[in-house]
C-alpha cells in the first residue's frame, strides 16, 4: 500500500461504539466505452437492508462524527471482504471533519488493517450538506490530495453542490445529479445544461459520471454526448454487502 499520511494516534472521539447497526450497500459504476465496472460506491443500509434514510434519522450532532469515521471503516473492511479489485467511493460529510489530518487516521488504520491501497479510495462530497465554511472544505480536499486521495462533488446541479464550489475547490470528478440526467435523450434544456458541464469539465480537468441512470435512451444519450462515467438502476442496483455484476447485454445494447 502507498500513501503520502504517517498513521498516527487519533484523538479519541470516535471510538465510542454507535448505539445503531449499519452495514454497507455496493453500486457499481462503469466506464461504457471500456465496458466493464470501474468503481462502486459504498451506501449506507441497515443490517437487513433498511434504506439510508433510515439509518441517517438516527444520527444526530453528537453523533456526527462517529459515524461519519465509522461508515469509512465499515467500507474499506467490507470491500476487502468482498475481494473489491476497483476503485471504492465512500461519500462524506465535510461538517463532521474538524481537522483532515487527525480525521484520516481511522480511515489510514483501516486501510493499513486490510492492505487497502490508498490511491484506490475516493471521497465524494455529499450534496446534503450545507458547508458554512468553505475555507475549510478547501483545506480538506487539498489534505485529501496530498495524501493521495481522489475526491468528488455528488450530486452536481442540485442542492448545496453548486457551481460556486468549483471557484474554490480543486476536484477529481463531478457527479452529475439525478435531476439533471433524467429523460436527458428528449429534453433540450437539460441536454444544453449538461453540454455546457461537459466543456466546463474540460476546461477544469475534471472526469463526469453521470449518475441516476434508469433507461437505455438516457445511458445512450450520454454516451454519444461523451460521458463514458454511468451509475444507476440500468446497470445495477445497489447490492447488500455484495458487487452487483453488469451484465454484457447492457453495454451491448448501448452501441445497437
Given at each position: 500500500?502507498?500513501?503520502?499520511?504517517?498513521v498516527?494516534?487519533h484523538c479519541?472521539?470516535?471510538?465510542?461504539?454507535?448505539?445503531?447497526?449499519?452495514?454497507m450497500?455496493?453500486?457499481?459504476?462503469?466506464?461504457?466505452?471500456?465496458?466493464?465496472?470501474?468503481?462502486?460506491?459504498?451506501?449506507?443500509?441497515?443490517?437487513?437492508?433498511?434504506s439510508?434514510?433510515?439509518?441517517?434519522?438516527?444520527?444526530?450532532?453528537?453523533?456526527?462524527?462517529?459515524?461519519?469515521?465509522?461508515?469509512?471503516?465499515?467500507?474499506i473492511?467490507?470491500?476487502s471482504?468482498?475481494?473489491?479489485?476497483?476503485?471504492?467511493s465512500?461519500?462524506?460529510?465535510?461538517?463532521?471533519?474538524y481537522?483532515?489530518?487527525?480525521?484520516?487516521?481511522?480511515?489510514l488504520e483501516?486501510?493499513?488493517?486490510v492492505?487497502?491501497?490508498?490511491?484506490?479510495?475516493?471521497?465524494?462530497i455529499?450534496?446534503?450538506?450545507?458547508?458554512?465554511?468553505?475555507?475549510h472544505?478547501?483545506?480538506?480536499?487539498?489534505?485529501?490530495?496530498?495524501?493521495?486521495?481522489?475526491?468528488?462533488?455528488?450530486?452536481?446541479?442540485?442542492?448545496?453542490?453548486?457551481?460556486?464550489?468549483?471557484?474554490?475547490?480543486r476536484?477529481?470528478?463531478?457527479?452529475?445529479?439525478?435531476?439533471?440526467?433524467?429523460?436527458?435523450?428528449?429534453?433540450?434544456?437539460?441536454q444544453?445544461?449538461?453540454?455546457a458541464?461537459?466543456?466546463?469539465?474540460?476546461?477544469?480537468?475534471?472526469?463526469?459520471?453521470a449518475?441516476g441512470?434508469?433507461?437505455?435512451?438516457?445511458?445512450?444519450?450520454?454516451?454519444?454526448?461523451?460521458?463514458?462515467?454511468?451509475?444507476?438502476y440500468?446497470?445495477?442496483?445497489?447490492?447488500?454487502?455484495?458487487?452487483?455484476?453488469?451484465?454484457?447485454?447492457?453495454?451491448?445494447?448501448?452501441?445497437?
Open positions: 500500500m502507498t500513501h503520502c499520511a504517517r498516527e494516534s479519541g472521539r470516535c471510538d465510542k461504539p454507535l448505539p445503531f447497526e449499519f452495514t450497500a455496493f453500486q457499481p459504476i462503469v466506464d461504457v466505452e471500456l465496458r466493464r465496472v470501474v468503481a462502486f460506491e459504498a451506501l449506507v443500509r441497515g443490517p437487513r437492508g433498511e439510508a434514510g433510515q439509518i441517517l434519522g438516527q444520527v444526530d450532532e453528537s453523533l456526527l462524527y462517529r459515524f461519519d469515521q465509522a461508515c469509512r471503516v465499515k467500507a473492511e467490507l470491500a471482504q468482498l475481494d473489491m479489485q476497483e476503485k471504492l465512500i461519500n462524506f460529510l465535510p461538517n463532521a471533519v481537522e483532515p489530518t487527525a480525521c484520516i487516521q481511522a480511515t483501516a486501510a493499513q488493517r492492505a487497502w491501497p490508498i490511491e484506490r479510495i475516493n471521497f465524494e455529499v450534496e446534503s450538506e450545507a458547508v458554512t465554511d468553505r475555507a472544505l478547501r483545506h480538506i480536499v487539498d489534505s485529501y490530495r496530498e495524501m493521495g486521495f481522489s475526491t468528488a462533488l455528488d450530486d452536481f446541479g442540485t442542492g448545496y453542490a453548486n457551481l460556486d464550489l468549483l471557484t474554490e475547490l476536484l477529481d470528478t463531478l457527479k452529475l445529479d439525478r435531476q439533471l440526467v433524467m429523460q436527458i435523450d428528449s429534453d433540450p434544456r437539460r444544453a445544461m449538461v453540454h458541464v461537459i466543456a466546463m469539465a474540460a476546461d477544469l480537468g475534471c472526469q463526469l459520471i449518475e441512470i434508469e433507461t437505455l435512451a438516457e445511458a445512450r444519450w450520454l454516451k454519444r454526448a461523451g460521458i463514458a462515467r454511468q451509475q444507476g440500468f446497470f445495477a442496483r445497489p447490492g447488500l454487502e455484495s458487487l452487483p455484476e453488469v451484465p454484457a447485454a447492457r453495454f451491448a445494447e448501448l452501441d445497437a
